[in-house]
């Protein structure tokens, strides 16, 4: 696996000078933090050796890299989820690639279902703890040391200065937002009543289909985590509705902009 991301990162330098100190992963109907990206160069995920290609409709496939907040970034533009039939490896993957070409940092976010008898749809809530409620793992099998440590700690998951400053800023903004655990399953199913309950009984505020798997890649590289998510709909009883992607697409959309008025402004203070 390690000659597979060093043969995608040669790629990638070998098509863009940008050296990113910082990553960025774009969740369902989030892309429009590209558009505040002073953009120097794209390539599909195609073009990249060794890479997956996203098959969510609403997932561009491409890695951007420019200028945001006055850093060099390279975003995800569509993520890859366990649900489509990868690997857990595959699912993270860009993860390791980012890594070697240079992120100090990397900023994740995510459509997710409130589970927080508290939380209304629109809201956003500043991810301080997540339960990884996959089947598999991916760290299983055999461990590549140059990367990480067998056995990595996750106690600080997320980076407590970062989400610190995070909230200072949506402050300063008036932005109102959370902070919570967020809980990660398969999909690409929404959950049942009785799963909502399950869900919220174990400690989480929020359910999504990704995030998860993909910071824990970044943990054992030992990279700083920031990660957002926007409540898209509700899994409380009283409150649960029939959801479709399309809904989950327009809330994440309306709300998007001060989740992007967020994260553009730490990672220009960081």
Known sequence: MLTKFKESTKYIESITNVKPSIGIILGTG???????????????????????????????????????GGKNVVAMQGRFHFYEGYSMKECTFPVRVMKLLGIKR????????????????????????????????????KNIDELGPRFPDMMNTYDEKMIKLA???????????????????????????????????????????????????ARHMNIPC?????????????????????????????TEPKMT???KELISRI
């Open 167 to 217: 909230q200072i800023i949506a402050s300063e903004k008036n932005i109102p937002v959370s902070t919570g655990v967020y809980a990660g399953l398969t999909g690409p199913t929404l959950e049942t009543p009785a799963e909502y309950k399950y869900i919220r009984t174990i400690g989480a505020d929020t359910v999504g289909m990704s995030t998860v798997p993909e910071i824990i890649v």
């Open 30 to 68: 989030l892309g429009g933090l590209v558009k505040e990206i002073e953009i120097i160069s794209e390539i599909s995920y195609e073009d990249i050796p060794n890479f997956p290609i996203s098959t969510v409709q609403s997932h561009s496939g491409k890695l951007i890299f420019g200028k945001l």
């Open 106 to 141: 990397l900023f994740v976010s995510n459509a997710s279902g409130g589970v927080n008898p508290n939380f209304k749809i629109g809201e956003l809530m500043i991810i301080n703890d997540h339960i990884n409620l996959f089947p598999s793992h991916p760290l299983i099998g």
């Open 226 to 254: 920031f990660a957002m998510s926007i409540i898209t709909d509700l899994g409380v009883p009283g409150k649960i509705q029939e959801t479709s992607v399309e809904d989950v697409i327009a809330v994440a959309n309306k």
């Open 261 to 263: 008025a967020i994260m």
